[in-house]
Nanobody, 120 residues
Framework: QVHLVESGGGLVQAGRSLRLSCASS????????MNWYRHAPVKELELVAG???????NYADSTKDRFTISRDNAKRTAYLQMNSLKPEDTGVYYC??????????????WGQGTQVTVSS
């Protein structure tokens, strides 16, 4: 059962933009925090940006002036607008959905990832 599907990755030159989308079929999307992570070569998984159900956002220091996360609850979709891309932004980008249920248990889903490659 697929819950999150990312799209929008690709190969771009440094300085250009990409917009990633994460289409969700998770229930209770409206109360789910949506995050974007990336896994760069020889690096650990890194939280790039997150947006809560209330619309509060947080970003990694390396992306906060260039990336914008947003969500459309009606479309059950999260987005990551990436501007002024740099070669170090290269990696596999994963969509993550997180919430807690009525008993306080974590409910979490991951997408399959989309490759972003930025050439210099």
């Amino acid at each position: 059962q697929v819950h999150l599907v990312e799209s929008g990755g690709g190969l771009v030159q440094a300085g250009r933009s990409l917009r990633l989308s994460c289409a969700s079929s998770v229930i209770f999307f409206g109360i789910t925090t949506m995050n974007w992570y990336r896994h760069a070569p020889v690096k650990e998984l890194e939280l790039v940006a997150g947006i809560t159900s209330a619309g509060r956002t947080n970003y990694a220091d390396s992306t906060k002036d260039r990336f914008t996360i947003s969500r459309d609850n009606a479309k059950r979709t999260a987005y990551l607008q990436m501007n002024s891309l740099k070669p170090e932004d290269t990696g596999v980008y994963y969509c993550n959905a997180y919430r807690t249920d009525g008993l306080g248990r974590s409910v979490e889903y991951w997408g399959q990832g989309t490759q972003v490659t930025v050439s210099s």
